[in-house]
């Protein structure tokens, strides 16, 4: 392999390779540590994944019954006020960084 192959490679796929570097220099340092550091790891994406499942049912169960001319309706130029209470009570229920979830916003208003 050339120096110029390595440079094609994506950028997320050298953070995994770093990543995993770092975790087998930690398994030869202090074994019972990374033992420890796997298992955390393991329990923590455990629960991002049982999250992400329940969050893309909703996406589908909505996505199947909320058409959307009713967000238009609801969400769009012509909503005025009542547009803009949906947007303050979606803010105050859903819990999520605002740089998040203004752009989300944004596209269900257009």
Known sequence: MKFEDYKKI?????FLIIILIIYLIVFIVDFEFGKEAINNFLVM????????VVVFFIMFVLNLFI?????????????GLKGLFYIILASIFISGPPYVLMPMFSDFKE
């Open 10 to 14: 994506s950028g997320q796929w050298k």
């Open 45 to 52: 994406f455990g629960k991002v994944i049982a999250i992400a």
């Open 67 to 79: 058409k959307p001319e009713i967000i238009k309706k609801h969400l769009g130029n012509e909503s």
